[in-house]
């Protein structure tokens, strides 16, 4: 009785409680801006050697990037002028030290101070899908689980699991061309991306899950290809709104709630493929059986995969893995593929023998097989030389964990995010 009437006694009215929420909001928003304050101090302090282009106190850099095509030329630019090493800010609180000389992506790289983090296209001329979505997949894991994974994963990759990847590639390419001749009858132009992003997004849902989604025809109206692009478009989203790299603020706003939305979608989808196919695998014991019978897909091999202790993956990094090859595999080569279609129509005399060389590979037949790659070197060339001049992915991020000096003495404690680019050399 007498702790009911004491419990009472300290009880507060509505008013009182509103109070004490508004005060404990501002004791939370204080806290979170003192701790980013002295990290925005830490980072400045930090780039004391590091002169670079002056950044807007609120915005940083990111109103001088206008994702018109000119991005990757700006950032260039900046290197000719800051000795290839200089940061750059997104926002008032995350910065990055951006490198362009060979010298200095060497240490980065070499380093074991450094590991990878997200893999975030910052000057890409395409959205390019960042894999905050996928998980801790193998491109962003590091150390043991890295080195375990890519070697359970390694079989993949075998020519017998690839080569019959290629008819179904060549099926999804058929739809697309198809799609394109309607173009063709009317002189119609149309944007060429979407289209190919489609086609390759087809190709690895077949290749990885043998899932037959009829995204190219459908296109939107399927609500797992629909999650997918509203993910890219969110973490592009996320990166260039500084008030949303806040965890807080973002899980708040309708673009948080929609990115969660879009994040159930591709999980439950993602669940769902594993568990029947586990379902539909419970007969099987190897491999080999399933080959005997169809093409392997890359779930097959995430499902059979032990270690030397007979162990698999377990379910959250089965997941993390097929997340990762969704969104690696298909995004990258969409901007490859639509780059070397770009550079053939601008330079007809290389397309004109690429064409001849391939109408002879293919002798009377529909579709390539892949024993015909072989017989195409001047595409090959063409295809690697458009992948050179325009790379799908043109700079890898890294994050420091000890300090790391570079070759001329200057120093980066742990902690500093780095994004190497690629210099193209035209
Ligand atoms: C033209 C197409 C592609 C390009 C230019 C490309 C580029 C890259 C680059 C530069 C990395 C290293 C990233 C880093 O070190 O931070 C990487 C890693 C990776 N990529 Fe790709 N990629 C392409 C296609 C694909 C495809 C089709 C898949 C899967 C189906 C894929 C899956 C991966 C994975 C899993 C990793 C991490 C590997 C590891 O850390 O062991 N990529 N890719």
Known sequence: MKLTKTFAEFQLGWPHMHYVFAVLCLFVVVYKLTILLAKRR?????????????????????LEFKQDGTDMDKVVKWGQEYSYVFPIWFGPFLSIINIQHPDYAKTILTSSGVRNVLLICLFCCF??????????????????????????????????????????????????????????????????????????????????????????????????????????????????????????????????????????????????????????????????????????????????????????LSDEDMRAEVDTFMFEGHDTTASGLSFILYCLACNPEHQKICRKEIMEALHDKETMEWEDLSKIPYTTMCIKEALRLYPPVPGIARKTTKTVTFCDGRTVPAGQWFYSVVIIKE
């Open 42 to 62: 830490e980072a400045l302090r930090n780039f004391q050697a590091f002169s670079g282009p002056p950044p807007h106190w609120l915005f940083g850099h990111v």
């Open 127 to 312: 959205p390019h899908s960042c894999t905050c979505s996928s998980g801790n997949g193998l491109l962003v894991s590091e150390g043991q689980k890295w080195f375990r994974h890519r070697r359970l994963l390694t079989p993949g990759f075998h020519y017998d699991v690839l080569k019959p990847y290629v008819k179904l590639m060549s099926e999804s390419a058929e739809t697309m061309l198809d799609k394109w001749e309607s173009y063709a009858s009317t002189n119609e132009p149309f944007e060429l991306f979407k289209h190919v992003s489609l086609m390759t997004l087809d190709s690895i849902m077949k290749c990885a899950f043998s899932c037959y989604s009829n995204c190219q025809t459908e296109g939107g109206t399927n609500a797992y290809i629909k999650a997918v692009y509203d993910l890219s478009f969110l973490i592009d989203l996320r990166l260039r709104m500084f008030p949303y790299h806040s965890d807080l603020i973002f899980h708040l706003s309708p673009h948080g709630f929609r990115y969660r939305k879009a994040r159930q979608v591709t999980l439950s989808h993602t669940e769902e493929v594993i568990r029947k196919r586990q379902e539909a695998l419970k007969e099987e014991k190897e491999l080999g059986q399933i080959q005997a019978k169809r093409y392997l897909d890359f779930l097959d091999i995430l499902l059979f995969a032990r270690d030397e202790n007979q162990q698999g």
